[in-house]
């Protein structure tokens, strides 16, 4: 017995501590200079990146799992966190002969288990871009921002993830608000539109924005402006958090 103990290879003990065939891949959108970006990280020698994720100990719920992945990549806590889909087609896994080939001290056998059918649970979450700096976790050699526009190769069905995450978050715009964990602490309204504008891809009419946003009591105003330059001083708002809080469980009509 003690043999077999010493020989256990690290694909063993990774199933003897997690979950089987389960994993968690979070889609970490940031906002910046009217653009969404993606956190991606990429293991050395790899063929495409990949989404920050992980696997679920045996005694861990869900939303854990996933909020020490955000924390490990972004180094943030309390962070907006939603479970959207969860993905397992029949072909769903990695190919760790050819896409991991060129890894320093690739050994295929230890992860032959990452080929078999793997289901994952994906979680969106928002951040303010500039409060984070990727850290790469223990196996990768690089994690950044990308513009959604203008990813770099993925592996896995991992561009199906981050379109599909993208597609629930404009859905939830509408019933639940947004902001909070996007945009600096004090804005202008205009900026609000711009981040909201940039998420629908679309353009919204500034006059109903404004008024129903006001009418939910989501936002307040400051006796504060911000000077822009020339005669343009807009006034800043911040946000109701009390309220905020409030329309994220009861949910909110946002109509625009």
């Known amino acids: 017995m003690e043999k077999k103990s010493a020989k256990t290879t690290g694909a063993a003990l990774l199933e003897q501590t997690y979950l089987p065939h389960i994993s968690i891949d979070c889609v970490i959108f940031g906002y910046h200079e009217k653009q969404i970006k993606v956190l991606l990280s990429h293991v050395k020698g790899a063929l495409g990146w990949l989404l920050p994720g992980g696997f679920i100990e045996m005694e861990q719920a869900l939303d854990e799992a996933a909020s020490k992945i955000l ?13 959207f889909k969860t993905f397992g087609s029949l072909n769903r896994g990695l190919d760790p002969a050819t896409q991991f080939a060129g890894v320093p001290d690739f050994n ?8 078999k059918r793997f289901l994952t649970i994906g979680y969106y979450a928002l951040t303010e871009f500039s ?7 223990l ?3 690089k994690c950044q921002w990308f513009e959604i526009n203008g990813l770099p190769p993925l592996l896995s069905d991992h ?12 859905l ?10 996007l945009l600096p602490e004090k804005f ?8 909201y504008e940039t998420i629908l891809g679309k353009k919204l009419d500034q006059r109903n924005f404004t008024k129903k946003l006001v009418s939910l009591n989501l936002i307040k105003k400051l006796g504060e402006k911000k000077y822009i330059g020339g005669h343009r001083s807009p006034s800043l708002y911040k946000f109701n958090k009390r309220n905020y809080n409030k329309a994220l469980l009861n949910g909110v009509i946002l109509a625009f």
Do not use: C
């Open 71 to 83: 924390e490990g990549r972004t180094g943030l806590t309390s962070l907006f966190l939603k479970q």
């Open 159 to 170: 561009e199906l993830l981050i379109k599909e995450a993208l597609r629930k978050l404009q």
């Open 108 to 115: 295929p056998a230890n992860l032959q288990w990452l080929s």
């Open 131 to 137: 409060k984070v700096t990727p850290k790469p976790s």
């Open 172 to 181: 939830q715009l509408h019933h639940e608000p947004i902001g909070y964990n």
């Open 188 to 195: 202008t309204l205009p900026e609000m539109q711009a981040l």
């Open 139 to 141: 196996f990768d050699d």
